[in-house]
């Protein structure tokens, strides 16, 4: 199993639609976890940090699942701005360990 | 504030040839970070370096040397390209190795070896 799986889509949705990805890690002790957006042949900009609790940013809400292992990113109210690819990162066995990313077109 | 800078953005290089690609950062960040990208394969961390004058192996550093030249700049060398090592290069800091502390990327260096 890989230490960290995410689905690479793509995720087509309508604009105003809501969507959620998630990403799931083998490894039970990772922390740390962060939520990166990357645009098409750019670096990755830090989106959000996951916190245990949950945590909110506008349309955004990020979530962490201990017990099933696995962090989630819900966008809500999409937009055609959204549109890029998602990455996951998080701290497992020392290392910091970053997904493939998961590919989100909004259309029109 | 210009945050996190690479050169050069692009480089074609043949086989066997050799080459530095250069990193800083204006944040004060104790620690820096080379990573690949290559389709399909998400970030594979390269080298990094926890604070000046330390540097250590990531997941992929075969073929690869760095220089934590003080704190603000972190180079990576290739010593003899192959073309295996074609892809996306992108330098990262942060103000503490593998901890809660995000990672700010430069903009990457597209390199193609022929």
């Known amino acids: 199993r890989k230490e960290v799986e995410q689905d690479p889509g793509p995720f087509n949705v309508p604009e105003g639609a809501t969507v959620a990805f998630n990403c799931t890690y083998s490894?039970?002790?990772?922390?740390?976890f962060f939520w990166y957006r990357q645009d098409c042949r750019k670096e990755p900009k830090l989106l959000m940090s996951v916190y245990s609790s949950g945590n909110e940013d506008g349309r955004f809400t990020a979530q962490l699942n201990r017990a099933s292992q696995y962090i989630s990113l819900l966008i809500r109210d999409s937009k055609l701005s959204d549109s890029a690819t998602y990455l996951c990162?998080?701290?497992?066995?020392?290392?910091?360990?970053f997904g493939q990313g998961t590919e989100l077109s909004v259309k029109p | 504030n210009a945050g996190v800078t690479q050169t050069p953005k692009f480089q074609v290089l043949k086989t066997g040839q050799s080459m530095t690609l250069q990193c800083a950062q204006d944040?004060?960040?104790?620690?820096m970070y080379w990573y690949r990208q290559d389709p399909g394969m998400g970030l594979r961390l390269i080298y990094y370096?926890?604070?000046?004058?330390?540097?250590d192996k990531g997941e992929v550093p075969n073929g690869y040397n760095v220089s934590r030249l003080n704190k603000r700049e972190f180079s990576l060398r290739l010593e003899s390209a192959a073309p295996s090592q074609t892809s996306v290069y992108f330098c990262?800091?942060?103000?503490?190795?593998?901890?809660?502390?995000?990672?700010?990327f430069g903009p990457g260096t597209r390199l193609t070896v022929t």
């Open positions: 370096s926890a604070s000046e004058g330390t540097t």
């Open positions: 490894n039970s002790a990772s922390q740390s």
């Open positions: 990162r998080l701290r497992g066995g020392g290392k910091l360990i």
């Open positions: 990262a800091s942060s103000a503490v190795t593998l901890n809660s502390y995000e990672q700010y």
């Open positions: 944040m004060n960040h104790n620690s």
